[in-house]
């Protein structure tokens, strides 16, 4: 099955970081080592405010659960106008004595200490993990730019 989130947040500080690296050149990469978390917590509702210590703290824990890394490539075009980086990870439930189920309802890239981006499934769609062998395939789409054709 294929889910989508229709409303991507960026935090804050990671914007105002990209907005500054217009007028300066940075001194390394702006997301390094990237890391992909799922969050458990039906009511996370991520805004551009939204504490990292929020997301760590409702982390999934279905039996084989670990933060993913991502490998961005970019720039690619992800839509008719728009551009942006793209990378996917996988999560996977593995075997386990007792099997720890758990509901996945969204997710968010972390980064040097902090928070990059975050969505939520769109409801009705979450992604349950009831079984070893249960995954989710995630495309992650960071729009750097949209622009508007002439």
């Given amino acids: 099955m294929e889910y989508q989130i229709v409303d991507l947040v960026y935090n804050k500080t990671f914007l105002d970081a990209v907005l500054a690296a217009e007028l300066t050149v940075p001194g390394g990469a702006l997301i390094p080592t990237p890391t992909v978390m799922l969050f458990n917590l039906a009511t996370l509702n991520p805004a551009p405010d939204t504490l990292i210590a929020t997301f760590t703290a409702n982390k999934c824990t279905f039996s084989g659960y670990a933060d993913q890394a991502l490998t961005l490539a970019g720039p690619r ?74």
Avoid at 83 to 88: A, C, D, F, M, Q
Avoid at 112 to 141: C, E, H, N, R, Y
């Fill in 77 to 150: 075009n992800t839509g008719p106008q728009s551009l942006g980086n793209i990378g996917n990870v996988i999560f996977s439930a593995t075997a386990a004595t007792p099997f720890v189920p758990d509901t996945a309802y969204g997710w968010a890239i972390l980064s040097g200490g902090d928070w990059i981006a975050a969505g939520k499934f769109d409801a009705p769609f979450v992604v349950p993990f009831q079984a070893a062998g249960d995954f989710l395939s995630l495309l992650v789409q960071l729009f750097l730019q949209e622009y508007q054709q002439a």
